[in-house]
């Protein structure tokens, strides 16, 4: 009874125009697919360049609609959502301009999608309209981008794998960046930048837990002690490899943990993340290096100052094309049962933050739109809990 299949919010967003493109390349035949924000001139542009760009597909996104709105407009955000099966959004940062999306497809009866790494947001939506969308049949599913899907996904696998085959809890897996390459959009900054603001009373208490190996959830299995309670900067046995902090690992864990825990994958699942370096002196200067840069980012002074020189790119700026297609990324990991350590690996062939996370997010709005059936949780919930093995089939 919807107008439209799929909303692309956002869709003039560094990641919201590539977003459209792979929507346009790969949605099934007559997916009624509209795009939306708030500036009309801009959006225009976009569909007609990308139908100068995809002449096979020029038909398809000319016929895609434009929806115009303020998404700090409650009205109009119920009147957009009412419109469209689907809502797939890239405008951040989520906690200033998704809540009110958020809240209109939940009592709308909307399906939605996003790629925000905001934990703190996901589990305010969570807290205050979970039991909402619970009973109107609702599936809003956040942290489909590179954050989370690759450790959400991976640990899910292996949760399923070791429940089937052995008959066994998973209890821990490590996760390790073994390769990467890719870069970082203005849009991505901004949200970073705001999500250090909401985080930083709390920073200081995060970090020194983190660099001493602690958790919130003690496992009773002593394998993880063993194993895995290890420093930030640390020396691999399994790979052979120095390790060091991972900046994406923060908002990895939590939601890991989180799907583990709805999901039963073991007693005090815990999962930890971590990037490979050459050597210990490179994994030094990596963690200097990602401290080094979120002090940068998170005062405003050093931040106009790093804006004005063009040392990072400002919203609605990113990498190349080129630069996006040589990207790539590879994530082993290592995981525990009662009795055995066995391994996965999850990896993609593009830049992460563009052009992987468009298709996850690409994919996460397809599956909703086309792939619901009896397993689909709905409730706001990561990835592998509300979509589960049917994103898992779209995405291999």
């Not at 792979?22 to 569909?47: C, D």
């Not at 052995?166 to 970073?192: D, F, Q």
């Amino acid at each position: 009874s919807r107008k439209y299949d799929i909303l692309v919010w956002g869709a003039s967003s560094f990641t919201g125009m590539r977003l459209v493109e792979y929507l346009a390349l790969n949605s099934p035949a007559r997916t009624r697919i509209a795009i939306g924000g708030r500036n009309r001139g801009k959006i225009e542009n976009i569909r007609s360049s990308l139908a100068t760009k995809l002449p096979d597909a020029a038909t398809n996104i000319n016929a895609m609609d434009i929806l115009i709105g303020d998404s700090l407009n409650s009205e109009q955000m119920h009147a957009i959502a009412a419109q469209t099966r689907v809502v797939a959004s890239t405008v951040g940062p989520f906690a200033i301009y998704g809540e009110q999306l958020v809240r209109a497809c939940v009592e709308e009866k909307t399906d939605y999608c996003d790629i925000t790494a905001e934990m703190p947001w996901v589990r305010q939506m969570h807290r205050e309209l979970n039991d909402r969308a619970v009973r109107n049949g609702v599936h809003i599913v956040s942290l489909c981008g590179f954050d989370c899907i690759p450790a959400d996904l991976g640990c899910y696998m292996l949760a399923k794998y070791v429940h089937k085959e052995l008959n066994e809890p998973l209890l821990h897996v490590k996760g390790s960046i073994t390769g990467i390459r890719g870069g970082i959009s203005g849009g991505t900054l901004a949200t970073m930048t705001n999500q250090l603001g909401i985080e930083a009373r709390q920073l200081s208490t995060k970090a020194m837990a983190f660099i001493r190996g602690e958790s919130s959830q003690r496992s009773r299995h002593s394998v993880n002690k063993k194993r895995f309670n290890r420093w930030i900067i640390h020396y691999d046995h399994t790979l052979h490899r120095w390790q060091t902090f991972w900046l994406m690992s923060i908002v990895n864990q939590v939601t890991a943990k989180w799907a583990g825990k709805l999901l039963d994958y073991g007693p005090g699942f815990t999962y930890a993340e971590s990037m490979c370096a050459r050597n210990l002196a490179q994994a030094i200067l990596y963690f200097i290096g990602h401290l080094y840069g979120v002090l940068l980012m998170f005062f405003a002074f050093t931040r106009s100052i790093i804006y004005a020189l063009r040392i990072i790119p400002r919203p609605g700026e990113g990498p190349s094309e080129e630069f996006i297609k040589t990207g790539y990324f590879s994530l082993h990991l290592e995981a525990s049962s009662e009795s055995r350590v066995f391994y996965g690996k999850v990896s993609g062939s593009s830049d992460p933050g563009y052009g992987e996370t468009v298709k996850y997010l690409g994919e996460s709005a397809l599956c909703l739109a086309f792939d619901r059936d009896d397993n689909f949780r709905s409730g706001i919930y990561p990835p592998s809990v509300a979509m589960g093995d049917a994103l898992i089939k779209r995405l291999r």
